[in-house]
């Protein structure tokens, strides 16, 4: 059973570039957490996702941040229009169910030039 | 909304010491606290979670501890390896289908 896959792994992108970070979460698991963690700091929730469905994005950024978790496919992180501080390690994490352990993926790290 | 403070953020220990590191959260109606292992550029791992209806809980050299009044856990790690060398998140979750809530976490140094 693999586990959580994120990719890229690592991404750099220019100023006011798209930023897509996939996420396929663990087989038989439903429920996939976006996280983003800055230099030496904690991991920070941004979205939580079932399938086709947003559960809670009160961690998101109000402009250029989306998720979604379509039927078939990876759930997916959008960031439009790329800043310099939007570089950090974006973590996704899955679990079963809602009142479970969460799994999460290697991350993938972003960096704005 | 959920705040986990997480003390002290760094600790440095001999081989063989124990290490402890404690936690508050804000919302006495989290119910689950997990821990998690982050080395170096990889992902973190569970490494031992509690639910509230249970005050203490204990895998091998790594026990966790729940106060629900004073609204603290903490980990305890006894016989300190090398590899034990990490940083060390806290987090709680008020209920199931809402978010974990991290706290900025501790860097365990463990020297032999």
């Known amino acids: 059973n693999a586990g959580v896959m994120q990719n890229p792994r690592h991404l750099v992108r220019r100023r006011g570039q798209e930023a897509r970070l996939r996420c396929s979460p663990m087989k038989g698991h439903s429920h996939v957490y976006w996280y983003r963690q800055l230099p030496e700091e904690g991991l920070k929730f941004m979205v939580y996702?079932?399938?086709?469905?947003?559960?809670?994005e009160s961690g998101m950024p109000k402009e250029r941040f989306s998720a979604e978790f379509p039927k078939e496919g990876p759930s997916i992180l959008r960031i439009q229009q790329v800043v310099r501080g939007d570089s950090a390690a974006y973590f996704c994490?899955?679990?079963?169910?809602?009142?479970?352990?969460?799994?999460f993926g290697p991350g993938t790290r972003l960096t704005v030039l | 909304g959920e705040n986990v403070e997480q003390h002290p953020s760094t600790l440095s220990v001999q081989e063989g010491d124990s290490a402890v590191i404690k936690c508050t959260y804000s919302d006495s109606a989290s119910n689950y606290f997990p821990w998690y292992k982050q080395e170096l550029g990889k992902r973190p791992q569970l490494i031992i979670d509690?639910?509230?209806?249970?005050g203490e809980k204990k895998d091998q050299r790594i026990a966790v501890t729940l106060n629900k009044t004073a609204k603290h856990f903490s980990l305890h790690i006894t016989e300190t390896q090398p590899e034990d060398s990490a940083v060390y998140f806290c987090a709680a979750r008020a209920q199931a289908g809402t978010a974990l809530i991290f706290g900025k976490g501790t860097t365990l140094s463990v020297s032999s």
């Open positions: 996702l079932q399938k086709e469905n947003i559960i809670d």
């Open positions: 994490a899955s679990s079963e169910s809602s009142g479970e352990e969460q799994f």
């Open positions: 509690i639910r509230s209806n249970v």
